[in-house]
């Protein structure tokens, strides 16, 4: 079986983190933007991680707590995405 190649990988990453950098939208409560930045959080701090040679694991967990901690401290009126 063919592995990924190290770009390959990062491509895989930074797709993902886009993905749910669309997806962050979503969500009016203060769980669907904490859960949204979580996810956010986490394709982020894995792309970073596999960007800079780190454990993209470890990034995305560490992404996915500082996402879902900016997520849940925000309030609806702070990011109005519809103006």
Same mark, same amino acid.
């Given at each position: 079986?063919?592995?990924?190649?190290?770009?390959?990988?990062? /491509?895989?990453?930074?797709?993902?983190?886009?993905?749910?950098?669309?997806? /962050?939208?979503?969500?009016?409560?203060?769980?669907?933007?904490?859960?949204?930045?979580?996810?956010?959080?986490?394709?982020?701090?894995?792309?970073?991680?596999?960007?800079?040679?780190?454990?993209?694991?470890?990034?995305?967990?560490?992404?996915?707590?500082?996402?879902?901690?900016?997520?849940?401290?925000?309030?609806?009126?702070?990011?109005?995405?519809?103006?």
């Amino acid at each position: 079986m063919k592995r990924f190649g190290v770009g390959m990988r990062s /491509a895989a990453v930074i797709f993902a983190a886009a993905l749910m950098l669309g997806l /962050a939208g979503c969500g009016t409560g203060t769980g669907e933007r904490a859960a949204s930045g979580a996810g956010v959080g986490a394709a982020t701090g894995a792309a970073a991680g596999a960007a800079t040679g780190g454990s993209p694991v470890t990034g995305a967990a560490i992404g996915a707590g500082a996402g879902a901690a900016t997520g849940a401290a925000t309030d609806e009126d702070d990011i109005d995405l519809s103006n």
